[in-house]
């Protein structure tokens, strides 16, 4: 549980016998000043003091790791949870822009054979709280940094559309509360075709990224398993109802592997299902794990594949790697500290971020 798990309502049985307008002043601090309960100046010293004691106002994450990379500019932390489940999530520090990557479950249930976070299998939903807290640390952070956190990607651990009524919930604390604009928001899946359905009519105007990998039913059963129950003519019918109803730009993710969805007649199904969609493609060179020793596509061979998209009428852009040396790049999270690795601190929950 997450002192972000509370409603309004029970903000308000926290403080009752204090005056009404006590609520939200907790919540402004909790949310928009990023602040612990006993840094609340605006609130009586008294109150302070009681509410940083108070156990549902209690932090869920506990900083175990940190690691950084690029330089600085990412950061990747790993946290505990309150019952030893570990999830991690990732800052990136860009010139216009600071994105935080963060985890809807600890490890995950959807088994991608590329992915660490999948050959590590799944631990439990997260809270709404947890969701919400690692956008607030993040937040916290950048703003140590001097930076202003504005966007926000649900690509870290797990499969968010498996958590949906909880990440919907993130995602409504994330902009009314925080403050967060919507369209800087990021849902990606790996296909769970229910899921997108329902974000058809989701009130809020976030995005939707679509981890596809593959554009033909026996090489996605392979690298994505979740497409033996929901394949391709099922997920693109699911893609085409959410396009028509949000007027959203759709993408697709496309880990780029050497010798198996880089190839000529890899561009051609890909560009078959993207083009009818206005999809864009965002082309990752796949990133190494443990479990999956495959090499990801050379650089020329991605520029290849790129110019095939491109005549064939496809928008496709390379996504830059960020964080490849702490395993902090797509596919990579795995929620384990680099013992000995000297890049790593150790840190407790009051420090940073």
Same mark, same amino acid.
């Given at each position: 549980m997450s002192r972000y798990d509370l409603t309004r309502a029970e903000l308000a049985a926290l403080l009752r016998g204090e005056p009404a307008y006590r609520v939200n002043q907790?919540?402004?601090?909790?949310?928009?000043?990023?602040?612990?309960?006993?840094?609340?100046?605006?609130?009586?010293?008294?109150? &302070? *003091?009681?509410?940083?004691? !108070?156990?549902?106002?209690?932090?869920? %994450?506990?900083?175990?790791?940190?690691?950084?990379?690029? #330089? @600085? !500019?990412? #950061?990747?932390?790993?946290?505990?949870?309150?019952?030893?489940?570990?999830? /991690?999530a990732v800052l990136m520090h860009a010139p216009r822009r600071s994105t935080v990557c963060i985890s809807s479950q600890a490890g995950c249930a959807m088994a991608c054979s590329f992915?660490?976070?999948?050959?590590? @299998?799944?631990?439990?939903?997260?809270?709404? @709280?947890? =969701?919400?807290?690692?956008? +607030?640390?993040?937040?916290?952070? *950048?703003?140590? *940094?001097?930076? &202003?956190?504005?966007?926000?990607?649900?690509?870290g651990m797990g499969e968010p559309l498996a958590n949906f009524e909880r990440v919907a919930r993130a995602v409504?604390?994330?902009?009314?509360? =925080?403050? =967060?604009?919507?369209?800087?928001?990021? =849902?990606?899946? +790996?296909?769970? +075709?229910?899921?997108?359905?329902?974000?058809?009519?989701?009130?809020?105007? +976030?995005?939707? *990224?679509?981890?596809?990998?593959? #554009?033909?039913?026996?090489?996605?059963? /392979?690298?994505?398993?979740?497409? &033996?129950?929901?394949?391709?003519?099922? %997920?693109?019918?699911a893609c085409a109802t959410y396009v028509a109803a949000t007027r959203r730009r759709l993408s697709f993710e496309w880990a780029l592997i050497a010798g198996r969805n880089d190839r000529e007649r890899d561009a051609d199904e890909l560009a078959a299902i993207a083009r009818p969609l206005g999809a864009h493609v965002n082309l990752i060179p796949l990133n190494p794990t443990p479990g999956f020793p495959v090499l990801g596509s050379p650089p020329a061979r991605v520029d290849a594949f790129r110019a095939a998209l491109a005549a064939r009428g496809v928008n496709a852009t390379l996504r830059r790697t960020r964080g490849r040396t702490i395993d902090a790049a797509c596919g990579q999270l795995a929620a384990r500290a680099a013992a000995g690795d000297a890049s790593v601190r150790a840190l407790s929950m009051r420090g940073a971020p």
């Open positions: 907790l919540a402004d601090g909790l949310y928009r000043q990023l602040a612990e309960p006993a840094e609340l100046t605006a609130l009586p010293a008294a109150l &302070r *003091a009681r509410l940083g004691r !108070a156990p549902e106002l209690a932090g869920a %994450l506990d900083l175990v790791a940190e690691q950084r990379a690029d #330089a @600085g !500019a990412t #950061a990747k932390w790993l946290f505990a949870l309150h019952d030893g489940a570990q999830i /991690e992915c660490a976070t999948g050959q590590a @299998g799944f631990v439990r939903q997260l809270s709404t @709280g947890e =969701i919400v807290e690692q956008v +607030v640390r993040a937040a916290r952070a *950048a703003r140590a *940094a001097e930076r &202003r956190l504005d966007h926000v990607v649900f690509m409504g604390v994330i902009v009314d509360e =925080i403050g =967060i604009a919507a369209r800087h928001v990021t =849902i990606s899946t +790996v296909g769970v +075709v229910p899921g997108i359905r329902r974000l058809s009519t989701f009130p809020r105007q +976030v995005n939707l *990224a679509v981890s596809l990998h593959a #554009a033909n039913d026996a090489l996605r059963d /392979e690298l994505v398993p979740l497409n &033996r129950r929901y394949p391709l003519s099922e %997920l693109t019918d």
